[in-house]
């Protein structure tokens, strides 16, 4: 019996298809890329130079500082360096309105800088930071500790010398020593190091709230990074720590570094709360917070007495402590309860990182000045019941200076939570039941 033609045919055609799809599904071999995590020599910047001040200014602390090229720099190192030996001051802030020639404010101003100046040059338009932090009881400590972190930036390692060895700067106008730092170094080296803990591996530049590492803080802790991106901001809590919010608290600016903020009390006299995990020293935060709300550094016998006055409170299983700081008030007497605080780092932040905190008591314990020997009124509500109408004058008057409640909370690695109310004392005292719930109420995973 023969075949038909057409039917071979068809029949070949089709076990040739079958054939030619089979040998198109074969699978690719992987193959493996190596990728370097540093750019190519021709095509890395040449040398970095910093030039960086500090200068102690009240209860604060003012940072100028510059980045780039070693030619960029050298042209305008002469009168950076004069700049800040020379600078004055407007309302406690530094005032830019007279600038070298060539200079011009940028208009930059975020969370953690004042402003931003321009300075071209043939190479390389610089950007020069102005920025700010609470000043910090320890001053060695607190420049070693910036100073440190900028050598970081420029893949330098740690110094354990005196100020990690920055030099002393004559500032005209500054209340105590300032510093200069002058650096040079590899930008791309720091870089890469941060390129290799993004896939795994630890960073190693000191973190700028305090002296742990960001491989020594708690994996789930983010970095605290200076002037981070407002576009990168969260608008909602971290889902690591869980609350139930008080009623009346209102959703408050969020930042990469806070994993929850709040405002609360009435809309024309509000205070603000954060939760911020940070580093820095107890005493350090107590001093700058005392500080913050009296206007000036503070004595030492108050930041001690603050300290031994710090309430022990227990969130989510862990012990920590609160404080609660009002400015001073009118009959020269000094209310300081503990307080700690955001190492603001740049603390600042450039110092230039965060830290804050409350808890459940709603007594408020009070520290006299150590040139008083006048005891102050422990009931701090305007109306409450007072023994003079000195007393209840007093009272009143201090109603809108600004106050702070704060509880901070100790984790591993040298980091602490800081759960912090800011802002006028009448405020600061009518939320303080509400804080206490507040705490009683939080969990986190970090």
């Known amino acids: 019996m023969s075949t038909h033609p057409r039917n071979t045919f068809w029949f070949l055609l089709i076990v040739s298809g079958l054939v030619f799809a089979t040998g198109c599904e074969r699978t690719e071999p992987i193959t493996t890329y190596t990728i370097p995590t540093r750019a190519p020599a021709e095509l890395r910047e040449a040398s970095q130079r910093m030039l960086a001040g500090m200068v102690p200014h009240g209860s604060d602390v003012w940072f100028f500082k510059v980045t780039g090229p070693e030619e960029a720099i050298e042209l305008v190192a002469e009168d950076f360096r004069k700049f800040i030996e020379t600078i004055q001051w407007d309302d406690d802030a530094p005032e830019l309105s007279q600038l070298p020639e060539g200079w011009k404010l940028s208009g930059g101003e975020s969370q ?15 950007d020069i930071s102005v920025s700010k932090l609470g000043r910090q009881a320890d001053w060695d400590a607190f420049v070693a500790m910036n100073v440190n972190r900028w050598r970081g930036q420029l893949g330098l390692p740690p110094s354990q010398d005196k100020w990690a060895s920055a030099a002393a700067l004559e500032v005209e106008t500054a209340d105590g020593d300032s510093v200069w730092l002058d650096i040079v170094g590899d930008a791309s080296a720091s870089s890469s190091s941060m390129m290799g803990s993004a896939m795994g591996s630890s960073m190693n530049a000191p973190f700028a709230g305090g002296a742990a590492s960001r491989s020594q803080m708690p994996a789930s802790v983010p970095p605290m990074l200076a002037q981070p991106d407002a576009a990168d901001a969260p608008s909602e809590p971290d889902p690591r720590v869980k609350f139930e919010r008080p009623e009346g608290w209102r959703d408050g600016r969020m930042s990469s570094m806070r994993m929850a903020a709040f405002n609360v009390g009435p809309e024309e006299s509000p205070a603000e709360i954060t939760v911020i995990p940070a580093g820095g020293d107890l005493r350090g935060n107590v001093a700058r917070w005392i500080g913050q709300v009296r206007g000036s550094v503070a004595p030492d016998e108050v930041v001690d007495k603050a300290i031994q006055s710090a309430q022990l409170v227990t969130v989510d299983g862990r012990e920590g402590q609160r404080f609660f700081l009002t400015a001073e008030d009118s009959s020269g007497g000094e209310d300081a309860v503990a307080d700690s605080a955001d190492a603001e780092g740049d603390n600042g932040a450039d110092a230039e990182g965060e830290g804050e905190g409350d808890a459940d008591a709603e007594v408020e314990v009070e520290v006299e000045d150590a040139d008083t020997n006048a005891d102050t009124d422990t009931d701090t509500d305007a109306d409450a019941d007072a023994e003079s109408d000195m007393d209840t004058e007093s009272a009143g008057a201090d109603a ?15 980091m602490s939570l800081f759960i912090k109310m800011t802002g006028p004392r009448s405020t600061v005292e009518e939320q303080s039941s509400k804080i206490a719930d507040f705490l009683a109420s939080l969990k986190f995973n970090l």
Not at 112 to 126: C, D, G, H, M, W
């Open 112 to 126: 953690f800088r004042y402003a931003s100046i321009n300075v071209e040059t043939p190479s390389k338009q610089l």
């Open 400 to 414: 809108d200076a600004t106050a702070i409640d704060a509880t901070i909370i100790p984790l591993e690695g040298g």
